[in-house]
Every structure is written in C-alpha cells, then in structure tokens.
C-alpha cells in the first residue's frame, strides 16, 4: 500500500525530533524496531555508496532501502540520487510511514526527487517479486529475527537484486558478547544462529565490509554483489 498523508513539518530541529519519535518507538515495537536511536550520518553514508558508485555511470539506478525508519539513511540515498533514478522504501511502522511521508515532501534533499520516490506500507517480503533494483540497503534488525527469518528475507533480496546489483547491510557490534552476559539462553542461542544465516550471505556474497565506530552504537556494514551469472 503506498502511503497518501500528509503530515505538516514538525518545529522542532530534526534531529531531536527523529530521535524523540525512534526511541518511542523503540520501546513499544523492540523487536522490529531493534535499536534506540537512528542510524548517524557516518554510517547512512557508508550505506548508502552504491548509489554513488555504480557500474555504468551514465544508467540511472533503481534503489530499495528496507527498514527506512525515521529516514537518515534515506536522506543519504536522495542526496545522491541522479536523474532517472527511482527510490522505493518498504516500512511497516505506520508511525514512521507518516513521517517519512513529510520527509519527502518537505525535506529539501528530497524535494527534488520526491516524485521518483515511493513509500510502501509493508514487509519487504510483501512487495512481490515482480521488480528488480540495482541497489538495496537494508536497515532490518538481522539480530532480532530467527534464522528462518533471516533466511527468507536474503532469499527475497537475491530475487529482486539484479545481477551486478549490490546489497548494503548493517548491525552493531558486540552485542553477541553483550547477550551472552545480560539475556535468556534462548534469546542468546537465536541471535547465534541468526548470525550463522547472515554469515552463510556474506561468506557466498560479499566484496567489503566496513566498522563504523562514529556511530550509536558502532556499526558493521557488509556490501554484497549478486553475480553476473
Ligand atoms: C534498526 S531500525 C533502522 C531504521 C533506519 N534505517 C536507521 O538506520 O536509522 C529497523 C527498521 O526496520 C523496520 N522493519 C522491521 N522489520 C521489517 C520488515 N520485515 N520489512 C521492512 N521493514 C522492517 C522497522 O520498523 C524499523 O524502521
């Protein structure tokens, strides 16, 4: 379902405001949600370089962000995006749909790009596979979610990534060591083999990985290409 609000500017500087509405969030939705603050401007940059960096310079790209949230990484994303190339973001938090919603509208970065941009009120499962994107950056919380999850959510990523496509991806580092002092078994054992699933991408996949510590908390980023064939 793509979003039609439209919600006013808020007052207040946006980054107070972004995170005032993260963290509220947060705390009423942890397990889809899966941090406490937006990601900062180093690692929505990282993420973002595929947009930047592409294989044929003059083809415009087609770009999906799962997981936009309250929008940093995707104000990255319409930074750098270049006539002819489209932007779909896929979010199930109705709260941070009608943000980003305003975003598109009023933010000058997106201002000039607001009418190739989408907003989807959905999984990113539920998109269909009708579509193919040259670049996905993917802000899903890996680390909350079963191995089963993980698994399908790659799949579907590697479906619609054209081939010579890439996929940026992040999570924080050490919360393994971190779960494995302060949480249940159980959920410590999940988050072990979500990361096995995760590893089993990357170690099939993936051409960099980056350590973003100018970030709350620090960050890893992996960046995986779909091969030609
Ligand atoms: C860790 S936050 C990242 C937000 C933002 N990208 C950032 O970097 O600040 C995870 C986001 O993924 C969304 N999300 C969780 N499960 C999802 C799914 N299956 N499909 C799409 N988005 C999902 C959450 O609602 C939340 O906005």
Do not use: C
């Not at 947009?51 to 104000?75: F, H, K």
């Amino acid at each position: 379902m793509a979003a039609n609000r439209d919600p006013q500017p808020s007052p207040l500087p946006g980054f107070i405001r972004d995170s005032g509405l993260f963290l509220r969030q947060a705390v009423q939705t942890f397990r889809a949600t899966g941090a406490v603050t937006p990601s900062g401007t180093a690692l929505a940059n990282s993420l973002a370089r595929y947009v930047t960096r592409r294989e044929d310079p003059n083809s415009p790209v087609t770009i999906l962000e799962a997981g936009p949230g309250t929008g940093p990484v995707s104000r990255a994303v319409a930074a750098r995006m270049r006539p002819g190339d489209t932007f779909d973001m896929v979010e199930p938090n109705p709260v941070f749909v009608e943000h980003l919603t305003g975003l598109v509208k009023h933010d000058p970065v997106f201002v000039p790009v607001a009418d190739r941009v989408t907003i989807h009120q959905a999984l990113v499962t539920d998109l269909g596979t009708d579509r193919r994107f040259d670049v996905i950056i993917s802000g899903l919380p890996f680390a909350n979610f079963t191995a089963d999850e993980v698994r399908t959510i790659m799949e579907y990523y590697f479906t619609v990534l054209r081939p010579g496509g890439h996929l940026s991806f992040f999570g924080y580092l050490y919360t393994k060591q971190v779960k494995a002092v302060i949480a249940p078994l159980d959920d410590y054992l999940r988050q072990v083999q979500s990361g096995w699933e995760v590893q089993k991408w990357v170690n099939r996949y993936a051409v960099d990985r980056e350590h973003v510590y100018r970030n709350l908390p620090p960050a890893w980023i992996h960046h995986l290409r779909k091969p030609l064939d």
